[in-house]
């Protein structure tokens, strides 16, 4: 009993596992923390966008737009505060609420409007928010409009001179550790859930599940709403590393596109799939673009036609398919 | 508000549109017929744009005879994509297929990237202009319009006159169906394929017709975002919807500029912008699958 | 259906206990790790005595800080009184500046133009100078760089790793104002110091960063050059103003509008276009009844050439145009032919407008680094291109590379902070133009924009008057005569 029981949660005791690593890592190489924390943003967004993309099969290109307002929110926080005299502590925690705000009330409104379409009308059909909220915040001259709102003077008055790489760098990195281990604990918790079990199984036939019973709206929902708010936190921490965003690059496609080939490289729906696909991802651009300066792009696209040819449900989906009839690789590999 | 300035500002629009229609209708057809949203769509309107360009600069040959050239390179490109790499992804789910032609898109920017370099260039061909009013409208803008909308006439004629096209129209609704019937449906889908890559690779070449300079190795990637909405406005998979989709679009971006100008916006083209992204939203509401529905 | 999916408790207190443990054991360690290699409490400062002998000879004490990390063992206590405990370390063999570029993406093309014109100072600085000139030897430089293929997650991560990986003694910015933005606090928490060549914006600098030092024009005084050259042959005139929106263009626009409220100039429009923009038309219409004498456009390269094509279709006429970025290249008039007749440009620098070392004796300031010639040669071997004319990029490049060189050798050390110092007080000419900052900032004061127009077919320096090669053509023909085939004679 007590050992079926660990082999069921081990896909969650193996990430976690990861993560610890990669905080050690983090620890005792700081050289390549910068490099690590990025992996740990790809990875946490990858997460967050799994527990929708990856579990219902819909595919949102405008996902960029919650990441977007993450940024805002957080960027909109951090001047508030600095204007009205607020401690640092205030500032954080009114941006993450602001973000926290924006991004859920979008992604309600947003999925009560579109999750009634199916398959890739729905993924098209997104695609308009991030542009339509670039253009609002340029034309309306909203949210500092397409000067942008740079927040790196508000961080040196907020935190001072000595807190300023605390803020811009300790903080944030903290931050979307926390948050990379939050949203794969949501993301397993989910997935041995009957929420998780509804999702699986709207993505494999929508139209059976509703037949059986499971609450498909609902169900969507739900999970949409969670995962545009977790990405805003993540795009809340980002705010501080980068100290300048603007609208252009904070509600851009490429973003989108780029995640839903991370979770689809690492296996949509699979606890560990979007820990494998972004640390393959990230890590090999990373080295790529070491050691093949100018043309690591190009070796990059080869690489992944051959890793989508050869692994059609992305790496852990694959390994998962391949191995399917043994009951504990099924339990391991979730 | 001067009469003949809207009357201008009305035939401009159309012209931008009946442009913007011809680049969305790849991207429909390929996803009509073969369930494949094709993120190489982009890329390959670069790579018609560089047509035009190498050939004009190099052999004096027209734009319009790149066309050709761009329809020819199209299809063998797209059919042999899709033998060679789509095949094998038909069956999975949509965005396997997705992620391919995501692969295939930075390859082809990255190509011409190291083969054209990252300048931006241009070359002049002018063909003079027409009076209205006050204003003034390139002939080879309206060239640009006029082949656009006749592209799209020919290839419904096709799609619905001749038996090659009811195969593809076959597969698009029923692939399953179609294979029953008897058709091909691998030779059908590169067909489609094809024409699909053809047609994004011609609109390439229709757009150095509107504005002949501004081509670089990331030329593409503005026109795929305008695609996808307005496919999705037109309807998925429908030619007819995506044409008038983009006209609707190039109408709004036109005409709604005076107005945001007039009311004191402080960027009035990006609220016009924002406006096209309302009325999808709006539309979608009501008309959840576009305006034609396949 | 295995019933542990659907029903059953998730966590059995086995399970919850064993999460917790591991949890709990993780962050301990992880902190304490960390604590260990943070640099908390006293960062240990050593004090070494090198032996410099000059013409006064004298003993120069370098401080050096060094954090104490886990892989090093240091003494626990700090030694307060510089005494050479340590044996002088040996002059290191190379000093490495390293760099985040963008060679692809939508800042590829200009990046790499600045890379390689920074290739062709350094090979100056190492084969025709001899090396930096530190402690009686002469130390060649070493550049090490990544492309960041013009993304801020790129440039982040790469700027670090120069620093921690590399260890670059310096760093050279990244190209365009959004990425040095981005990489400014990792070179701030190193104490690096950046040499910013490739942002032009003022916000950069006025954050309270203090090791970024700015070698070219700051985008406020992009167009108040051109401002004044229009004032120089037309008085009162009326001015159309309009711009890309971002960032940089806008500041761009900030610094036309405080100009011209200043010296009391009348801008009768003044809007922005969105970055991608695929029409002008609205704007030209809008543009076309007010008649006005000048056009300044704040663009890039696509839009700027989209621009100047739809002008040209509707025949909406200037007597002035000044447009950014774009009129600066040769593809221009590839592109354009006759119809680029005229059109100005404002820029950092260009073939042709070099200072000379005359200039420099004449404005009594000090001289350093090639003179045009040999930095052309040098580019065009550099590209392998004889006939390669190197862009303002290449020029600015090259500029921090040598204002570094000089800072360097003045400061007689390799620490940061010195060289920052020197950097802030250092008045200096190369062929780029005149580098001074303030220096608190770190904001150029000195450069000045000079204004190219293409005149038959060449582009021409036309202002200031010191540097120009011919006299500003006002006002310039009509798209019609242009397309006539009428060029601009000065």
Not at chain 1, 17 to 38: D, G, N
Not at chain 1, 274 to 288: E, Q, R, T, V
Not at chain 2, 35 to 42: M, P
Not at chain 3, 348 to 367: F, Q
Request: aromatic share 12%; hydrophobic share 50%.
């Amino acid at each position: 009993m007590i050992k079926g029981k660990i082999i069921d949660h081990m896909s969650l005791i193996i990430m976690i596992f990861s993560y610890i690593i990669i905080w050690m890592l983090k620890t005792s190489f700081p050289e390549y923390s910068q490099m690590l924390t990025l992996l740990l943003y790809y990875i946490a967004i990858a997460q967050a966008y799994n527990i929708f993309l990856g579990m219902t099969g819909y595919v949102d290109f405008g996902y960029v737009s919650y990441f977007g307002l993450g940024l805002y929110g957080m960027a909109l926080g951090v001047s508030y505060a600095s204007q009205n005299n607020l401690s640092s502590s205030e500032a954080i925690i009114l941006g993450m609420i602001l973000s926290v705000i924006l991004a859920g009330s979008v992604a309600g409104v947003v999925g009560g409007i579109a999750l009634r379409l199916r398959g890739a009308f729905f993924a098209i059909a997104t695609i308009g928010l991030s542009q339509a909220l670039r253009y609002l915040i340029e034309g309306a001259k909203i949210w500092g409009g397409a000067e942008g709102i740079i927040i790196a003077k508000d961080l040196r008055k907020l935190f001072g001179e000595e807190g300023f790489s605390y803020a811009t760098i300790t903080l944030p990195d903290t931050g979307i550790f926390i948050l990379a281990v939050a949203t794969g604990i949501i993301m397993y918790l989910i997935r041995i859930s009957r929420l998780g079990y509804g999702l699986l199984a709207i993505k494999e036939d929508e139209d059976a599940a509703k037949v059986f019973g499971v609450n498909t709206t609902l169900y969507k929902f739900v999970a949409f709403i969670i995962s545009a708010v977790l990405t805003s936190l993540v795009g809340s921490m980002w705010t501080l590393k980068v100290t300048a965003i603007y609208p252009p690059e904070s509600f851009n496609i490429a973003f989108s596109v780029e995640f839903i080939v991370i979770v689809m490289l690492g296996g949509g729906g699979t606890v560990l799939g979007p820990l494998i696909g972004a640390s393959i991802y990230s890590l090999s651009k990373y080295y790529l673009g070491v050691y093949l300066p100018g043309l690591q792009l190009t070796v990059f696209s080869i690489i992944l036609l051959l890793i989508v040819l050869l692994f059609r449900q992305g790496i852990v989906g694959e390994l998962r398919s391949f191995l399917y009839k043994h009951e504990i690789v099924r339990k391991i590999i979730r | 508000m001067d009469p003949g300035l809207i009357i201008f500002l009305f035939l401009q629009g159309l012209v931008l549109g009946s442009i913007y229609g011809i680049v969305a209708v790849g991207l429909s057809l390929i996803f009509g017929i073969a369930r494949i949203i094709n993120l190489s769509h982009g890329a390959l309107i670069m790579w018609g744009a560089y047509t035009a360009l190498t050939f004009f600069v190099g052999y004096n040959l027209s734009p319009l005879g790149s066309l050709f050239i761009a329809i020819v390179v199209g299809l063998s490109l797209g059919a042999s994509i899709f033998y060679l790499i789509l095949r094998r992804l038909i069956g999975a789910h949509e965005l396997t297929t997705l992620l391919a032609t995501f692969a295939l898109s930075i390859f082809l920017e990255e190509i011409a990237r190291l083969n054209y370099g990252l300048d931006y260039r241009g070359f002049s061909w002018s063909l003079g202009v027409v009076k209205i009013f006050d204003y003034r409208l390139t002939y080879s803008s309206i060239l640009a319009g006029v082949i656009a909308l006749s592209i799209v006439i020919i290839l419904t004629l096709f799609l619905y006159k001749t038996r090659i096209g009811s195969a593809l129209r076959g597969v698009a609704q029923d692939p399953v169906g179609a294979y029953i019937c008897g058709i091909d449906v691998n030779k059908i889908y590169a067909l489609g394929i094809g024409i699909g890559f053809g047609l994004a690779m011609m609109s390439g070449v229709i757009i150095t017709m509107y504005n002949p300079t501004g081509i670089n190795p990331y030329l593409g990637a503005p026109y795929l975002l305008k695609s996808f909405v307005i496919v999705v406005l037109g309807g998925l998979g429908s030619i007819i919807g995506a044409y008038v989709g983009g006209i609707i679009f190039g109408l709004a971006e036109v005409v709604l500029f005076p107005l945001y100008d007039y009311l004191h916006f402080h960027s009035p083209m990006s609220m016009t912008l924002f406006t096209e992204f309302v009325i999808l939203l709006i539309l979608l509401l009501i008309r959840p699958y576009g305006l034609f529905r396949r | 259906m295995s019933s542990s999916q659907t029903s059953g408790k998730i966590f059995t207190p086995l399970t919850i206990t064993l999460i917790i443990i591991m949890l709990v054991i993780g962050f301990v360690s992880g902190y304490y790790a960390s604590a260990v290699s943070r640099p908390s409490a006293p960062a240990i400062t050593y004090t070494y005595s090198v032996p410099y002998t000059s013409v006064a000879t004298q003993t120069l004490y370098i401080e050096r800080t060094i954090y104490q990390t886990l892989l090093t063992s240091p003494p626990a206590t700090t030694p307060t009184t510089p005494k050479p405990t340590t044996p002088p370390p040996t002059l290191p063999s190379e000093i490495v500046i390293g760099m985040a570029v963008p060679l692809t993406g939508s800042q590829g093309e200009v990046g790499t133009a600045g890379f390689n014109g920074i290739k062709a100072a350094i090979k100056w600085v190492n084969e025709r100078y001899g090396g930096v000139h530190l402690f009686g030897k002469t130390i060649p430089l070493r550049l090490v760089y990544y492309d960041d293929e013009s993304s801020k997650d790129k440039v982040v991560q790469y700027t670090e790793r120069l620093i921690t990986v590399d260890k670059v003694h310096f760093l050279l910015s990244s190209y365009s104002s959004p990425l040095v933005f981005a990489q400014a606090p990792i070179a701030e928490k190193y104490n690096m110091l950046l040499i910013n060549w490739g942002g032009a914006s003022d916000l950069i600098h006025l954050q309270g960063y203090k090791m970024i030092v700015m070698v070219w024009t700051p985008a406020s005084l992009y167009m108040t050059q051109a401002i004044d050259a229009l004032l120089s042959v037309k008085k009162d005139p009326k001015i159309v103003l309009i711009y890309k929106d971002d960032e940089f263009n806008r500041m761009v626009a900030g610094g036309v509008r405080n100009y011209s409220k200043k010296l009391g100039l009348q801008i009768v429009y003044d809007r922005a276009y969105p970055t991608d923009i695929k029409d002008f038309t609205p704007y030209l219409t809008s543009i076309a009844p007010l008649k006005a004498d000048a056009l300044i456009v704040g663009s890039h390269f696509a839009d700027g050439q989209l621009l100047t094509r739809q002008l040209a279709d509707q025949e909406i006429d200037f007597g002035f145009i000044a447009m950014n970025i774009a009129p600066c290249y040769t593809d221009y008039y590839k592109a354009f032919g006759n119809l680029a007749e005229g059109i100005i440009c404002p820029s950092h620098w260009e073939v042709g407008a070099s200072y000379t070392p005359e200039i420099a004796s004449k404005l009594g300031v000090e001289w350093f680094g090639p003179t045009e010639e040999e930095f052309v040669a040098l580019y065009r071997e550099i590209v392998k291109d004889p006939t390669a004319r190197p862009p303002y990029h290449a020029a600015s490049g090259a500029a921090a590379v040598l204002i570094l060189v000089k800072a360097i050798e003045k400061a007689q050390s390799l620490d940061p902070m010195a060289v920052r110092k020197v950097l802030g007080e250092m008045h200096l000419i190369t062929f780029f133009g005149e580098y001074k900052i303030d220096p608190v900032t770190g904001i150029q004061i000195a450069h000045k924009m000079i204004l190219v127009q293409w005149q038959k077919g060449n582009l021409v320096v036309v202002w200031p008057p010191e540097v120009a090669k011919s006299k500003l053509v006002f006002p310039i023909p009509t798209w019609a005569e242009k397309k006539a085939g009428k060029q601009a004679t000065p």
